[in-house]
């Protein structure tokens, strides 16, 4: 049975998978065995997510490093004065 | 095991194109078709098939000469010879650990594979086999190249092969890695959604990689889609794999209120009658001086380490989740490489599964051995299976030759507490009937009672 909550997440699901589609590139896929479509869906969306991820703590660990190296410039910058 | 004499395909070996497996007499071979030529010439030139041999990932192969490679069928590119595995196991007979330690295992070659250019175009559970306590790929043709933007074929069949069994088996029972025995490819998702606790939907990876992941395939499972227009980076893909690592590492497993150090020490032997036991162990071996043996009623594997220190590999098998559990964590702390820890129900042992029974072996068709152990085991058979002794001993027959066998006599305190809620029907449990019983598939050889108690050690041949 179909209950609010099962359909919320349906929909969820539903509206995550139309905007990774809109987001795709073309490139043939060669396997033996079956991927299987929903299977494939949540791998793009899932990854994606998890890569978005990835990219971000590298650029934010990039932010400190840079911040960091700014204000170490400026105390050594300080201590020659 | 028992293997065709002449050129025979293997039977559970038909479902890639890429190849097969067959026999040449007592030899497997694996033709490579030339359809595959391509990945495999990347997968021996591109430095990924000398890596993973080196670090035991992957099962070394030579390649034939002309003459050898003449027996291949049509369309063949090369014949190579694996390197042979000594027993073939598989994940019904694999305790949480061995599971465990294969899809690592897996996700180690599908990274190691993209370092060099390749993918897994398959992740099943049956590629992987066990040599001393390393899980390795055998199926040599499971790398294809990989192209940027691919996103990983074998991601479900990941899912169905090792993270749904492992979390069922971590959060649910252990026993439920029994579903294999049903379900030839993996945990379907939307069962292991089913049977989970609520709380694994409160963990990312759980709730993505299994609930939503079931979700999407019953949401799509009509209406096809074109993969061809989807596309995955490769910093995405890494990411999904070192979160598909990092969930099964976060998996673990005990027994219930127990603690291992402790465990399974509920036996009423004194020390010296072990120590007793242990020296007829260690005689029976060098007596018949097997190549391979099977202890049927292992428990933790004492036993069987006394064979696998003799250079001899046992597998050492027990019904008990727990007790394999623990057999092979020690195997794996003291690298004891000739012991093979598995999971079996003696009264319902391995059957033929698949494609006309013919995938996956039983537990006889993998024998028989040289010699068995049947210690402490009968009176388990016989009284809480209600199997006759004369049954018990013609399935012994059926597996080995030499054959080291306790018998438990009723008055024995563990018998006693096997019929203490039950009615005693067993009148035919006598130790006259039990050598009467053998006799009619094994010689007598050697009686031995164990000392400072009532039990006795046989050792027997074949007739």
Avoid at chain 2, 75 to 84: F, L, N, R, T, W
Wanted: with cysteine.
């Amino acid at each position: 049975m179909n209950t609010p909550m099962n359909l919320f997440s349906s929909l969820s699901v539903s509206a995550i998978v139309g905007v990774i589609i809109g987001l795709s590139f073309p490139m043939t896929a060669h396997a033996y065995i079956d991927a299987g479509s929903g299977s494939y869906i949540i791998q793009i969306i899932v990854a994606t997510f998890l890569g978005g991820l990835f990219a971000i703590k590298i650029f934010w660990k990039k932010i400190i490093l840079f911040a960091k190296n700014l204000f170490s410039k400026g105390d050594k910058h300080d201590t020659t004065k | 095991m028992t293997q065709p004499s002449s050129t025979t395909a293997m039977p559970g070996s038909f479902r890639d194109p890429s190849g097969f497996l067959f026999y040449h007499g007592d030899k497997l071979y694996r033709q490579i078709n030339n359809t595959y030529r391509q990945h495999y010439d990347l997968l021996m030139n591109s430095g990924l098939y000398s890596e993973l041999t080196e670090k035991r990932l992957l099962i070394p192969h030579h390649e034939e000469r002309p003459a050898t490679a003449s027996r291949a069928a049509s369309g063949a590119y090369k014949v190579i010879a694996p390197e042979k595995i000594p027993f073939i196991s598989y994940p019904y007979e694999w305790c949480f650990s061995q599971l465990k330690d294969a899809a690592l295992a897996t996700l180690e070659i599908q990274k190691r594979a993209l370092d060099h250019g390749m993918s897994l175009k398959d992740s099943s559970v049956y590629n992987i086999q066990f040599q001393g306590n390393n899980p390795v790929l055998i199926d040599t043709l499971s790398f294809e190249q990989y192209r940027e933007g691919q996103p990983w074929i074998a991601y479900r069949q990941f899912c169905q092969h090792f993270l749904a069994p492992l979390v069922l088996m971590s959060y649910r029972d252990i026993r439920l890695n029994q579903l294999f025995r049903i379900y030839i490819d993996g945990i379907p998702l939307d069962l292991a959604s089913k049977l989970l606790p609520p709380r694994t939907r409160l963990k990312f990876s759980l709730l993505s990689h299994i609930h939503l992941h079931a979700k999407s395939q019953k949401h799509y499972e009509n209406s096809g889609i074109n993969t061809s227009r989807r596309t995955l980076s490769r910093v995405a893909l890494t990411a999904l794999i070192a979160n598909l690592e990092a969930s099964i590492r976060n998996l673990q497993w005990k027994p219930a209120g127990t603690e291992w150090a402790n465990y399974y020490e509920d036996t009423n032997y004194t020390r010296e009658s072990f120590d007793h036991k242990k020296k007829i162990v260690a005689d029976f071996i060098r007596a018949c001086s097997p190549k391979t043996v099977w202890d049927l009623g292992a428990n933790t594997g004492e036993f069987a380490f006394i064979v696998g220190d003799k250079g001899i590999p046992c597998v050492a098998f027990d019904i008990d989740p727990a007790a394999v559990e623990k057999c092979y964590l020690d195997c794996r702390a003291s690298n004891r490489t000739n012991i093979l820890p598995l999971i079996n129900d003696l009264t319902n042992p391995s059957p033929a599964l698949g494609w006309a029974n013919e995938e996956r072996c039983s537990l006889r068709e993998r024998g028989p051995v040289d010699a068995c152990l049947a210690l402490a085991l009968v009176h388990h058979l016989a009284l809480t299976n209600n199997v006759p002794l004369d049954r018990i001993a013609k399935f012994f027959s059926s597996l080995c030759t030499w054959l080291l066998v306790e018998f438990v006599p009723k008055s024995d305190s563990q018998v006693r507490r096997l019929l203490a809620s039950r009615e005693d029907i067993f009148d035919h449990y006598t130790q006259d009937d039990f050598e009467r019983d053998f006799s009619k598939h094994f010689t007598i050889e050697r009686r031995q009672p164990i000392e400072s108690s009532e039990r006795m050690l046989y050792t027997m041949r074949r007739q």
